[in-house]
Structure formats: structure tokens, C-alpha cells
């Protein structure tokens, strides 16, 4: 049982209030009373899709990209959504005026480092969403913020010019050199640590650019925070859809639901090796591993 | 975990650290909170099933239990993998060696699944062999292939199929075993129906079906409040139909059959 799990999280009709394109993301505001007041870079909101009588019973996890606590409308909460399966494309198709039901903040923010130390953000895609409320929460605190913006191609990279405003310093990478540096953010990576003394690289994006975040952190000598994208059918804490492998402190791996102990984890801490397949596994050391085989 | 129209397919397993885990952290804090608990059993062999009872009997928050489901819908390894839910014979062997195991005021409730030519058959043997109730029903085995890869979506090939999709699958398998109750082919015994309830309507149709009481899986991941929900909905559907009480529409359904039929 975590401690996250134990208080009431908030439930909510939220109204869409703004939709606007933003390369290939949709930008959605909703007025969620209760939820902007409560959360912090790093969690997410699970919502519903398709409405009252729809098939599509799973929620969809989004990471929050902005909070407006006292907004003219009540607290808001922004998401940045990838239009791919039936969810997210309905979500994207919405209008304004739309009522989507949302839970949330869930999850573990980000971890905030206690002296004004300099920090790298990375996000890859959509992923750097929830990067620029965290910059600015570091910033508070004094310390250097460099970021790291990677996609495909340009128009698949989220906030380039918010990232301007929200970093000491910017570098964007894209696979196709459409934008910035042709290559991967952990081409890059390395360089941009050194240059500003970085401490703590926090990651947000696919699995594989994570596992190589986390490479070059620790080869640089940094602390790796990253926040996972693991499919999730709930969101909260009851379906065990987003199991992966995680090592704790006393060093034993255990299977730790990802939505309710994460999204936010210590990079070097992630057994990136079970993720080999695209099917997570249950590796042979985990804790309790054999009680979960052969079911 | 694969999504489908009205549910979902999952191969997520029994995740969990075992039931010495459970024992000795997960019981002693539902205790500690006030909980009452229908516990979930679950093993490869017949035998396994006794030892993780045996377990849970050793708990120091045992007196936390209240009963316990014996999940018959695995594979049992002593038998080429043949799910014990689908064999009576290895059914009835592990519901008698966990009853042995279990004091005579613990109620014992069989799982059973929907996948058999006969579930009556089933339900008979689980209840001859002294279980006190039946559970239904567990997930149908079910299998998606992803296009893009062209590979099974979910890890286990496999998977379980839940949600609203087998709603009709539960009511009629909960109907076709109370229909043997009340015709005295098998012993009367109490049904929890389990299977697509989302609103109390649905669990209504359960109940009506002969169920006595109501579990909500898939919906909660849809609603984290829907047991709750479900619960208010089916009290008020119940009084606007005039029930005194929740028990004269156990089975209702039975009553009102077509003369014609
Ligand atoms: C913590 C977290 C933060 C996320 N943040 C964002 C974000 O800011 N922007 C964004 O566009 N996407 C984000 N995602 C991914 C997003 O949740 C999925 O793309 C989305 O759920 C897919 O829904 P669908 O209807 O398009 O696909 P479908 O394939 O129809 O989804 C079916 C089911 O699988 C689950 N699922 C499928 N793919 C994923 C996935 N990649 N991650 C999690 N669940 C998945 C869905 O939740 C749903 O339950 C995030 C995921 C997580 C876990
Ligand atoms: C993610 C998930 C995990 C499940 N795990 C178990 C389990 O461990 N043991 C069990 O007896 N049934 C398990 N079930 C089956 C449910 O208890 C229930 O019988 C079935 O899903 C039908 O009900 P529903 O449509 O309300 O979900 C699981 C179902 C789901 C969706
Ligand atoms: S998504 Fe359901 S437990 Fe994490």
C-alpha cells in the first residue's frame, strides 16, 4: 500500500474549456476543480473516454502539462494528446464545452533536489509536456535548468519556444534533422551535463530513450529521474496492468505497479532489461516471481 | 492487457509476492483498518491450493476472513495444464483438500468459469465436495492480435475477456446452475454473480438471475466508485419495484418464465 494511494484523489466532470493543434499534439484545457490545486510536475490524470454509454471502458493517462489553481473559470489542468487509438483520437476530436471525466493528480511528481543544483530535463515527443511546469518549479529553487527537446521530425516536438522561456538553455534534436541537431537527445546528453555541471537529468518519453537517459547520466556521474510510460487500464492502483520491475533500496527487485509508485522513478533503479521484448517481464530475481509463474 | 468493445482482455496473472506475503503484511493491514475479507486462493496443483489455505489459516489476522473463493480457473500442472475448473473430478479434489484445511465456519466459495461444455456438472462436483458457494463467473478465454505487428497483443497469447461484453455470459451460467437448484438436480447453495456488472441495473439481472450477491471488476477501472454506485443503484431499483426485501429477488427471474415456452 503506498501512501499516495490512501487519500481521496479527486473525481471530476471536467469541462473542456480550450482545444487547439499544436504540431501533430492536441492541446486540451479542462476545468477540474479540485485537481489543479493538488498536483505537482510529474503526475498525471486518468480519463475517460467516449462518454456515459461508451465501449471503450479504459481510462487514458496523461501526463499534466500545466495547472492553473484559480483560473478565471476555477482550476484548470492541461493535457498534450497524441492522437494514435480510439481514445485519444476522441479525446481529439472533442469541441469546446465537452464534459470528460478526469481522476487525478495520480501518481509520484517528480522529485525536487534540495540544493539549487543544476539540472538537465529531457523529453522525447509528447513527453516533454510535463517539463516546463517542472523547469519552473527548479527555477523557484535557484537552480540552472538546461533542456532537451527530441522527436522523429519537428512537428512531433512539443513546445520548443515554451522551452525558451522555461530553461536557461535549449537544444533540440530530431531523427530526421528537420529541426536543431539530427540525431537522439542522448547524442547530446552528454554534452549538455558536463557543460552545465548537472546533477540530476529528469527524463520523460519512451522506454528506450529513458534506459539510454539513464546510461548516460550515470556514465556522467548524475542522478537519472525518469518518468515511465507503461500501458495502464485504471490508472489507480487496482488492475496490476502497469506491473514492471523496479529495484528497491535493499536491492531486491520487486514488480511495483507503475501508475501508483511511479510514473517517477530513479532511472538506474528501472530493470530496463525486462523491457527487451516490448512485453514486459517478470524477471527470475523479482521478489515473489516464482508465485507468479504459471498463472 | 488488450482493450475490446465492452472490455477487455488481460493476461496480467496473479501478480503478487505469494500468500506468505499476504499473510504476514496485506491481512494484518486489512485488519487493521476494519476490513472484512473474502479471500482469493489460488495454486498449480491440488495440493498447492491446501498449503496456500493452510497459510492463510496460520495468519495471526485470520479472524479478518470471513470466507474464501477458491479460483479453480488455472491450470493444473499435475494434469497437462487442463484448468481445474474445466474437470470435475480435479475440481471437487481441490475444493475437498481445502475445505480440510479450513475451519467448518469458514465458508468456501468455487469460482467457477464459464468455459465448459456444462457448468451445472461443474458446480455439482464443487459443491458435493463441500463447497458452500459458487462464484460466477471468471473471465472466457479470449485472444487479440495486434495488426500492426501481426503478433498476439497481450504476453500470455491468451487472455482473460471481462467487462459489460460477458454480461450475458454470467447471467446465463448463473441462470442454467440456479435453474438445477430449484429443480433439485444439485444442492442449493448461495451465487456470487460476478461478470459485466456496470450499473445496478445490470447487477439487477444477476440477481433476478438467482445471484445472491455482487462483485464489479472491470467497471471499476472505468469508475473507481461503481461498487459503490452499483450498490445505491440496485437498492433503489430494487424498492422502485416494490421488493421489501433484497432476497425475494434472488431468482425472480425463474419464476416469470413464458407458460408458453
Ligand atoms: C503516466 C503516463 C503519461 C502519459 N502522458 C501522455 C501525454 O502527455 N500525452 C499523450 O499523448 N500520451 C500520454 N500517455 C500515453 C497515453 O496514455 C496513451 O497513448 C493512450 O492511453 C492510448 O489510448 P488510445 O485510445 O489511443 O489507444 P488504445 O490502444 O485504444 O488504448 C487501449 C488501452 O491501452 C492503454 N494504452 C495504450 N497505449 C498506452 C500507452 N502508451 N501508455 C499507457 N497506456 C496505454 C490505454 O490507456 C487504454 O487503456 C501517457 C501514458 C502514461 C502511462
Ligand atoms: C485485470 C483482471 C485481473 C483479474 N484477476 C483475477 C484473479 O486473480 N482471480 C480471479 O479469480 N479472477 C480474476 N479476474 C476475474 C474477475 O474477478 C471477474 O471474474 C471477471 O473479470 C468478470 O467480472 P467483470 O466483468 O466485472 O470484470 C480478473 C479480472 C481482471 C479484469
Ligand atoms: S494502471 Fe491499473 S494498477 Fe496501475
Known amino acids: 500500500m503506498s501512501e499516495t494511494s490512501q487519500e481521496r484523489t479527486p473525481q471530476v466532470a471536467g469541462e473542456l474549456i480550450a482545444t487547439r493543434r499544436v504540431g501533430a499534439y492536441h492541446h486540451l484545457t479542462f476545468v477540474a476543480p479540485g485537481v489543479a490545486e493538488l498536483a505537482k510536475p510529474g503526475q498525471f490524470v486518468a480519463l475517460a473516454v467516449g462518454g456515459d ?3 471503450n471502458l479504459l481510462r487514458r493517462c496523461f501526463s499534466i502539462h500545466k495547472v492553473s489553481p484559480s483560473g478565471t473559470y476555477g482550476g484548470t489542468v492541461d493535457v498534450v494528446v497524441a492522437a494514435r487509438g480510439p481514445g485519444t483520437r476522441w479525446l481529439a476530436g472533442l469541441g469546446a464545452h465537452h464534459e470528460v471525466n478526469i481522476i487525478g493528480p495520480l501518481g509520484r511528481p517528480f522529485p525536487l533536489p534540495k540544493e539549487p543544483v543544476a539540472c538537465v530535463l529531457v523529453g522525447g515527443g509528447y513527453g516533454s509536456a510535463p517539463l516546463f511546469w517542472l523547469a519552473a518549479a527548479l527555477r523557484e529553487r ?29 537544444t533540440v534534436t530530431t531523427d530526421d534533422g528537420s529541426m536543431g541537431v539530427k540525431g537522439w537527445v542522448s547524442d547530446v546528453l552528454p554534452e549538455v551535463i558536463r557543460r552545465s555541471h548537472a546533477e540530476v537529468v529528469y527524463g520523460c518519453g519512451p522506454m528506450a530513450m529513458l534506459r539510454s537517459i539513464t546510461e548516460v547520466a550515470a556514465a556522467e556521474g548524475a542522478v537519472a529521474q525518469v ?8 490508472g489507480i492502483g487496482v488492475c496490476m496492468t502497469c506491473v514492471m520491475p523496479v529495484v528497491g533500496a535493499d536491492g531486491q527487485t520487486r514488480m511495483v505497479r507503475s501508475c501508483v509508485d511511479g510514473p517517477v522513478f530513479r532511472g538506474d533503479r528501472v530493470r530496463w532489461d525486462a523491457f527487451e521484448s516490448g512485453w514486459g517481464r517478470v524477471p527470475d530475481d523479482a521478489y515473489g516471481a516464482a508465485a507468479m509463474r504459471g498463472h | 492487457m488488450a482493450e475490446t468493445p465492452s472490455g477487455m482482455l488481460n493476461s496480467i496473472g496473479l501478480q503478487g509476492p505469494g500468500v506468505n506475503d499476504f499473510a504476514q503484511n496485506d491481512l494484518v493491514w486489512l485488519k487493521s483498518v476494519g476490513a472484512r475479507v473474502l479471500a482469493s486462493i489460488a495454486g498449480n496443483t491440488a495440493g498447492e491450493y491446501a498449503d496456500v489455505a493452510a497459510v492463510l489459516r496460520a495468519s495471526p489476522a485470520f479472524d479478518a476472513v470471513v470466507g474464501i473463493e477458491v479460483n479453480i480457473s488455472c491450470p493444473n500442472v499435475a494434469n497437462r495444464g487442463l484448468v ?3 474437470d470435475p473430478l480435479s475440481a471437487a479434489k481441490v475444493i475437498a483438500l481445502v475445505r480440510e484445511k479450513l475451519p467448518r465456519d469458514i465458508p468456501i466459495f468455487a469460482k467457477l468459469s464459464p468455459d465448459v461444455t456444462d457448468i451445472v456438472e461443474i458446480a455439482r462436483a464443487c459443491v458435493n465436495a463441500g463447497a458452500d ?7 472466457l478465454l479470449g485472444m487479440v492480435i495486434d495488426t500492426d505487428l501481426l503478433r498476439p497483443q497481450v504476453a500470455g497469447v491468451t487472455g482473460g475477456l471481462s467487462g459489460p461484453a460477458i454480461r450475458p455470459v454470467a447471467v446465463r451460467a448463473i441462470w442454467q446452475v440456479r435453474a438445477a437448484m430449484l429443480e433439485g438436480r444439485i444442492p442449493t447453495v448461495p451465487i456470487i454473480g460476478v461478470g459485466g456488472v456496470r450499473t445496478g441495473d445490470d447487477a439487477l439481472q444477476l440477481v433476478a438471475a438467482g445471484a445472491s450477491a455482487i462483485q464489479v471488476g472491470t467497471a471499476t477501472f472505468n469508475d473507481p466508485s461503481a461498487p459503490i454506485r452499483v450498490n445505491a443503484e440496485l437498492a433503489a431499483a430494487l424498492q422502485d419495484k416494490g421488493f421489501a426485501r433484497f432476497s425475494d429477488a434472488v431468482g425472480i427471474a425463474h419464476t416469470r418464465l413464458d407458460p408458453r415456452r
Open chain 1, 227 to 234: 518518468a515511465v510510460e507503461e500501458s495502464m487500464a485504471c
Open chain 2, 84 to 86: 481445474f475448473a474445466c
Open chain 2, 133 to 139: 458457494g459458487l462464484t460466477m463467473i471468471n473471465t
Open chain 1, 53 to 55: 454509454t461508451s465501449a
Open chain 1, 142 to 170: 535557484g537552480c540552472h535548468v538546461e533542456m532537451i527537446l527530441g522527436a522523429a521530425t519537428e512537428d512531433r516536438l512539443f513546445g520548443v519556444i515554451e522551452a525558451r522561456r522555461a530553461a536557461d538553455g535549449v
